[in-house]
Antibody
Framework: EVQLVESGGGLVQPGRSMKLSCAAS????????MAWVRQAPTKGLEWVAT????????YYRDSVKGRFTISRDNAKSTLYLQMNSLRSEDTATYYC???????????WGQGVMVTVSS | DIQMTQSPSSLSVSLGDNVTFTCEAS??????LAWYQQKLGKAPKLLIY???NLEDGVPTRFSGSGSWTNYSLTISSLEPEDIATYYC?????????FGAGTKLELK
């Protein structure tokens, strides 16, 4: 059974940093691109970043480019999102997702809440 | 960025209804369109990928259609567990973009 379990969220002050982790199990982690998708309270879904199977290619939405870094450790089957210079508009539930064969998100974690506030 | 426009934003439905809602992309996405279902407080769930392909385990009352810029999701004979918000997603080019969602509500 595929499982994605996020951790590392919480309350953080504007301008500070936070690192999210996603532990994957039930599939060959190194064979799939992975992504983070977020959802602000009462809002819709927003793709944040994607990383290729090897980690050699990464893609970001413009609003997080230069502040967020997506990475992975295939030996540990773990996905990360390092978030720096956090802003109030980054407040959201962050979902770890697996990218299926045609770039769709076929498995999702339960989500982790990040609140950016002073 | 490709804009995804879903309509309607909300829909009042009855159990047993056949329901269709739409998603329009601002440019051709060549069938790289996915549909997700999200129930309150839960993570989204993939229903349809490649515009028309039903994800494993998804009931056959769900079906997707469309091409170029216009896509739709149909639920035949609505069940209670189908009450949720539905999102479409462009997965053709970065940045992947989602529609704002269609929320189903019981009459």
């Amino acid at each position: 059974e595929v499982q994605l379990v996020e951790s590392g969220g919480g309350l953080v002050q504007p301008g500070r940093s936070m690192k999210l982790s996603c532990a994957a199990s039930g599939f060959t982690f190194s064979s799939f691109p992975m992504a983070w998708v977020r959802q602000a309270p009462t809002k819709g879904l927003e793709w944040v970043a994607t990383i290729s199977t090897s980690g050699g290619s990464t893609y970001y939405r413009d609003s997080v480019k230069g502040r967020f870094t997506i990475s992975r450790d295939n030996a540990k089957s773990t996905l990360y999102l390092q978030m720096n210079s956090l802003r109030s508009e980054d407040t959201a539930t962050y979902y770890c997702t697996r990218e299926g064969g045609r770039n769709y998100f076929d498995y999702w974690g339960q989500g982790v809440m990040v609140t950016v506030s002073s | 960025d490709i804009q995804m426009t879903q309509s309607p934003s909300s829909l009042s439905v009855s159990l047993g209804d056949n329901v269709t809602f739409t998603c329009e992309a601002s440019e051709n996405i060549y069938g790289f369109l996915a549909w997700y279902q999200q129930k309150l407080g839960k993570a989204p769930k993939l229903l349809i990928y490649g515009a028309t392909n039903l994800e494993d385990g998804v009931p056959t009352r769900f079906s997707g259609s469309g091409s170029w810029t216009n896509y739709s999701l149909t639920i035949s004979s609505l069940e209670p567990e189908d009450i949720a918000t539905y999102y479409c997603q462009n997965n053709h080019v970065y940045p992947y973009t989602f529609g704002a969602g269609t929320k189903l509500e019981l009459k």
